[in-house]
């Protein structure tokens, strides 16, 4: 891989989009979900990204990048499971749920692909 940088990946791209709109969306959230459904959502999108980024930095071994790779991907399983519970409660239209229940499942997918086939991923020396 050519690339440099985790940022500069087209799935930590889309995570860290998602989650900044996840942030601003569970603005309107009632203050009663405060410290529950809003603050879970919140931690799970941005772990999503955070393990990306841990994943990149181990990339040399590959059954750590996969391991971090994995805990991305279930932070990305549990904010869907999050998204469906705001979906449910009224906090979100059924268009921004299917929105970013799409980024979380292609998301997924992605992480899915690069956890197949971590030796691609090695750093070149």
């Known amino acids: 891989m050519a690339m440099k940088d985790y940022r500069e990946l087209r799935v930590y791209k889309l995570a860290f989009d998602s989650a900044v709109q996840i942030h601003e969306l569970t603005k309107s959230f009632p203050s009663v979900?405060?410290?529950?459904?809003t603050d879970q959502i919140r931690r799970s999108s941005r772990s999503v990204c955070a393990n990306i980024a841990e994943a990149w930095r181990k990339r040399r071994y590959p059954k750590h990048f996969v391991s971090k790779l994995s805990d991305a991907d279930?932070?990305?399983?549990?904010t869907i499971v999050w998204?469906?519970?705001?979906?449910?409660?009224?906090?979100l239209t059924t268009e921004?749920?299917?929105?970013?229940?799409?980024?979380?499942?292609?998301?997924c997918r992605q992480l899915t692909i690069m956890m197949s086939n971590p030796e691609q991923w090695k750093p070149r020396n």
Do not use: P
């Open 96 to 107: 921004q749920h299917k929105e970013l229940t799409d980024h979380y499942d292609h998301i």
């Open 83 to 91: 998204l469906e519970f705001a979906l449910r409660f009224g906090y």
């Open 74 to 78: 279930s932070e990305a399983a549990e």
């Open 33 to 37: 979900e405060r410290y529950s459904l």
